[in-house]
Structures are given as C-alpha cells and as structure tokens.
C-alpha cells in the first residue's frame, strides 16, 4: 500500500517554473513506478512524465518536453516535477501515481495501469 501527497502547487507568471512534490508512504517505494498527470475540468486525465523505480528510465509527453523535468529521491520516498517555461496551458491539477513493476514506453502514459493517486495539487498559470 502506497499513500501520495502532492504539494508545491501554486499560480506563478508564464514563463515561469514551479517545482512540485510527491511524498509517498510506505517502505516500499523505491520500487513503485512514478508518474505525473494533469487534468482540467471537462478533459481526461493526461500523462504528463514518468519515472521507473530507479530512475533509469524516464518519460515525458511531447507537450512538456524540454521544459518538465521529473525526479526521484527514494531515500526521501518523494517525487519532484520540475517545470520551467510555464504556459498558460499548462494549468491544471497535477496528480502523482504510482504502479508496481517495470515502466515500459508504451503503457507510460496509461492512467488505468496506476494502482495509487494523490489528492491533487493546483498549478495555475494566467493568460
């Protein structure tokens, strides 16, 4: 059992870079694949960046690449996203998600195959 909190959200200017984390319960975290998702009202879930449990592998959506950087500390069971360049598009609720074995490419981005969510945390970006 896995329990995630996200925290570090917040309004910042376009353009400009937030970090937000993920603390995670549990004493087997180092082993869970980490991921990040985002959602507005009236949209589904989208997959944002993804982490494997050693941090050997890592993942990003087309739209933040280059500009999102995801992270791990398993000592301090937390995972980071780094976002720099801000748009107003990014605005969201950004969730953490966690998911037993291997982080292939393929299946990254699927939100189904994530056994444990966060609450949430709110970035907002103004036009």
């Known amino acids: 059992q896995v329990q995630l909190v996200e925290s570090g959200g917040g309004l910042v200017q376009a353009g400009g870079s937030l970090r937000i984390s993920c603390a995670a319960s549990?004493?087997?975290?180092?082993?869970?694949?980490m991921a990040w998702f985002r959602q507005t009202p009236g949209k589904e879930r989208e997959f944002v960046a993804a982490i494997s449990w050693s941090g050997d592998r890592i993942y990003y959506a087309d739209s933040v690449n280059g500009r999102f950087t995801i992270s791990r500390d398993n000592a301090k069971n937390t995972v980071y996203l780094q976002m720099n360049s801000l748009k107003p598009e990014d605005t969201a609720v950004y969730y953490c998600?966690?998911?037993?074995?291997?982080?292939?490419?393929?299946?990254?981005?699927?939100?189904?195959?994530?056994?444990?969510w966060g609450q949430g945390t709110q970035v907002t970006v103004p036009p």
């Open positions: 549990g004493r087997t975290f180092s082993s869970y694949a």
């Open positions: 998600a966690a998911k037993g074995g291997t982080l292939r490419a393929e299946v990254a981005g699927t939100p189904g195959l994530y056994a444990y």
